[in-house]
């Protein structure tokens, strides 16, 4: 990784679904994927002051003097050193991110494998409808099926079919048209108002569901006041209203 990336300057950057990757002016490009906890921070040499931080691009510049940068650094898998002085850091404390080499990302079998980028290349509710038709699973396991739904995680798909109102035990091959035009609006929908603010949950709406899915708590209710359930569905923990999802 050292040899192939040191001296080369970032011309570029791309994703898909999770995966994300630097451009150089030659290659190979180094593609990444966060995993659990991994994140990207950006370090700003001209930031002097202590807790000062700026937003570039989604990323967080920290200053040179941000002890709780410095504390996570500790937890880097890669530093690069770029032109004055900027660092770029891949932190992963969980150890589940990965980082690989390619001549071409979207050659690459990772990338190939992924199905549609609700940024990038969604289908038409139509087309959506007919990949569903072949899915004879729960609905919430099929949403976080990456061979399908590129980049859609596990609250994610809760918030999906919250906005949807749809049951997360539906068989994604029984959804009606209305259910799945339901569904496709609130795929881009969600997905595109958490890229808009950068993922800051604090500026998601306060009616989405995001906001009392954790931790299982005793009687957690939406801002409406609706009862939240915590269940196992596809594998996966699960927030969801009965009732409202139906």
């Given at each position: 990784?050292?040899?192939?990336?040191?001296?080369?300057?970032?011309?570029?950057?791309?994703?898909?679904?999770?995966?994300?990757?630097?451009?150089?002016?030659?290659?190979?490009?180094?593609?990444f994927?966060?995993?659990?906890?991994?994140n990207?921070?950006?370090?700003?040499?001209?930031?002097?002051?202590?807790?000062?931080?700026?937003?570039w691009?989604?990323?967080?510049?920290?200053?040179?003097?941000?002890?709780?940068?410095?504390?996570?650094?500790?937890?880097a898998?890669?530093?690069?050193?770029?032109d004055?002085?900027?660092?770029?850091?891949?932190?992963?404390?969980?150890?589940?991110?990965?980082?690989?080499?390619?001549?071409?990302?979207?050659?690459?079998?990772?990338?190939?494998?992924?199905?549609?980028?609700?940024?990038?290349?969604?289908?038409?509710?139509k087309?959506?409808?007919?990949?569903?038709?072949?899915?004879?699973?729960?609905?919430?396991?099929?949403?976080?099926?990456?061979?399908?739904?590129?980049?859609?995680?596990?609250?994610?798909?809760?918030?999906?079919?919250?906005?949807?109102?749809?049951?997360?035990?539906?068989?994604?091959?029984?959804?009606?048209?209305?259910?799945?035009?339901?569904?496709?609006?609130?795929?881009?929908?969600?997905?595109?108002?958490?890229?808009?603010?950068?993922?800051?949950?604090?500026?998601?709406?306060?009616?989405?569901?995001?906001?009392?899915?954790?931790?299982?708590?005793?009687?957690?209710?939406?801002?409406?006041?609706?009862?939240?359930?915590?269940?196992?569905?596809?594998?996966?923990?699960?927030?969801?209203?009965?009732?409202?999802?139906?």
């Amino acid at each position: 990784m050292r040899r192939a990336l040191k001296g080369r300057r970032v011309t570029g950057t791309g994703r898909k679904g999770k995966y994300f990757w630097l451009e150089l002016d030659q290659k190979p490009w180094p593609i990444f994927h966060l995993g659990m906890s991994g994140n990207i921070a950006l370090l700003d040499p001209s930031a002097r002051t202590r807790g000062h931080e700026k937003v570039w691009g989604g990323a967080k510049l920290w200053s040179e003097g941000d002890k709780d940068l410095r504390e996570r650094l500790w937890f880097a898998r890669l530093i690069l050193k770029c032109d004055k002085g900027f660092e770029f850091a891949f932190l992963d404390p969980r150890r589940f991110g990965r980082m690989w080499l390619t001549e071409d990302p979207w050659e690459h079998p990772r990338i190939k494998a992924l199905g549609f980028d609700p940024l990038i290349d969604f289908p038409t509710a139509k087309v959506l409808g007919e990949k569903l038709a072949r899915r004879k699973k729960a609905i919430k396991a099929v949403l976080l099926d990456q061979t399908l739904f590129a980049g859609v995680g596990n609250w994610l798909a809760d918030e999906i079919l919250f906005q949807a109102r749809l049951s997360p035990h539906h068989l994604a091959s029984r959804l009606t048209p209305k259910q799945i035009t339901a569904l496709h609006r609130a795929v881009l929908k969600v997905v595109k108002k958490a890229v808009a603010v950068n993922a800051d949950y604090e500026r998601f709406p306060k009616t989405w569901l995001f906001h009392e899915r954790w931790g299982k708590k005793k009687n957690a209710r939406t801002s409406k006041g609706l009862l939240i359930r915590h269940e196992e569905v596809g594998g996966r923990t699960t927030a969801w209203v009965p009732g409202w999802q139906v």
